[in-house]
């Protein structure tokens, strides 16, 4: 009661916002749209068998690894997982040297390729890269460790494109697996 003497109004609390999808998710228009794209599997030779997924793993500082990591000898190359505009060449302390591509179909998919020995002769950034083309190649740059050679390959989900290094992490490994 109200001190006028009125019922106390009842109020239903607002639920709660739901979750967030997990990062790694890749149902609905994500999963679509993506497999519409028919990733290759960005290291030339490695066959979907030989991949594991590493998504999940720990990394230091409390990070996730957000990513698939492919193992391949140094200069094996690497290749476009699918059409895009190459957006960023970039030297960074932990993916060493790497490159941001944007999906062709509609600039909403980033994918980063790290680690990387070096680029293909003549990329550049704002060049597209067609499924398949070689882009660079294998190496152990970065925090990768000496020796270590892989591709980090990472996908994005990306709102605004002018932001390609942020959004919602998609796992590779799921799309890659049943890649040809």
Do not use: C
């Not at 997924?53 to 391949?72: K, L």
């Amino acid at each position: 009661m109200t001190p006028t003497g009125t019922p106390t109004p009842q109020t239903t609390p607002t639920p709660a916002a739901s979750a967030s999808p997990p990062s790694q998710a890749t149902t609905g228009d994500a999963a679509s749209a993506l497999a519409s794209m028919r990733l290759l599997i960005p290291v030339e030779g490695v066959k979907p068998s030989e991949l594991r997924d590493t998504f999940d793993a720990a990394r230091s500082e409390g990070r996730v690894h957000d990513a698939i990591d492919i193992a391949a000898p140094r200069g094996t190359p690497v290749v476009a997982a699918a059409d895009g505009r190459v957006v960023k060449l970039f030297q960074s302390a932990k993916g060493g040297t790497t490159i941001y591509q944007l999906a062709a179909a509609d600039e909403h998919f980033a994918f980063y390729y790290a680690h990387l020995d070096h680029y293909a002769e003549g990329l550049t950034e704002g060049h597209v890269a067609r499924r398949g083309e070689t882009i660079a190649y294998v190496g152990d740059t970065g925090n990768a460790g000496p020796g270590n050679t892989h591709l980090h390959f990472q996908i994005y989900r990306v709102t605004d494109p002018r932001h390609f290094w942020t959004g919602e992490n998609i796992n590779p490994y799921p799309l890659l697996r049943n890649a040809q």
